[in-house]
């Protein structure tokens, strides 16, 4: 008996073993790209342009952060970014929550039409919009301003999707115990109802910011002037010599993506939250 239950106890540790190499084999994967592009930010240029590939060069240079920091305005891309995805994710939070608490704890007259329209709008690529989308905003005169990135994406149906999620699962006697205290519509939602979905809250946020951070071709239409640009915009414009310098443009994407990893660590714990609570309700 004691033969057997070692023979299991040691098959499972060999499982464990083998799912645990496989994440990590799986994960590592996913680095190589930005290991590559750190690499290569690093190399001299005569290593960027050998023929022999070297993912640990003999000599490493930080001239190309250098080069680009002092040829392209990297820090007013990066603040032009950092404005955009930072508006745009706080208004996609505060009016996707309204209309996901609206629709479902609220009683009116055709919310169940206006719900599925925006679930509809799933099936309408962006790219179907950009001409009427891009009238409307020359028309109010925000071409080449950031308003014309941060209004047309404020409120984003998959936004409304996923609170709608999160209210349905969220129990009515908490909003009638709050209507019996005195409470108003306003002072549930934002007392109450927002408190309990720090979880959804966190990893709206990050798909909205990294989705916003990441926007090229709409900024590309709408943003003409150089001073205007956000980071993947301007790191294509970016060019510090006649001649492709591949240090020079990895270490600018390198820039650019950074962010984007402070976001997701200071989130990370969240938007773990956010995927257990979906899975162990409904």
């Known amino acids: 008996m004691s033969t057997a239950n070692g023979r299991l106890i040691e098959s499972k540790r060999v499982r464990t073993a083998g799912l645990y190499a496989a994440l990590y084999g799986t994960a590592f994967l996913f680095l190589v790209p930005y290991i590559y592009m750190l690499s290569t930010s690093l190399k001299p240029e005569r290593f960027a342009f050998s023929q022999q590939p070297y993912w640990i060069p003999p000599e490493f240079t930080f001239n190309w952060y250098t080069i680009i920091l002092r040829e392209a305005p990297m820090i007013q891309w990066m603040v032009n970014t950092l404005i955009i995805a930072g508006t745009t994710t706080l208004l996609v939070v505060i009016l996707d929550s309204m209309i996901a608490f609206s629709l479902t704890k609220l009683d009116w007259p055709g919310k169940r039409i206006i719900f599925t329209v925006i679930i509809a709008s799933f099936m309408v690529p962006i790219y179907a919009n950009m001409v009427p989308l891009y009238t409307i905003i020359a028309d109010f005169g ?8 941060i209004m047309p ?35 549930i939602y934002t007392r109450i109802v927002l408190p309990l979905m720090k979880p959804a809250i966190a990893a709206l946020s990050l798909y909205t910011f990294v989705y916003t951070w990441n926007q090229f071709l709409w900024p590309l ?43 997701f660590l200071i989130l990370q714990e969240h938007l773990v939250n956010a995927v257990q609570m979906q899975g162990t309700t409904g």
Do not use: Y
């Open 142 to 149: 925000l071409v080449d301003s950031p308003l014309a990135v």
């Open 153 to 187: 994406f404020s409120a984003m149906p998959i936004g409304v999707f996923l609170f709608t999620q999160f209210f349905q699962d969220l129990p009515d006697s908490i909003i009638e115990a709050a209507k019996i205290d005195g409470f108003s519509t306003f002072q």
């Open 221 to 263: 239409i709408v943003l003409q002037g150089e001073s205007s640009f956000t980071l993947p915009v301007g790191i294509v414009t970016m060019q510090p010599t006649q001649v492709f310098q591949p240090g020079a443009q990895m270490a600018g994407t390198l820039i650019a993506a950074a962010p984007l990893f402070i976001v």
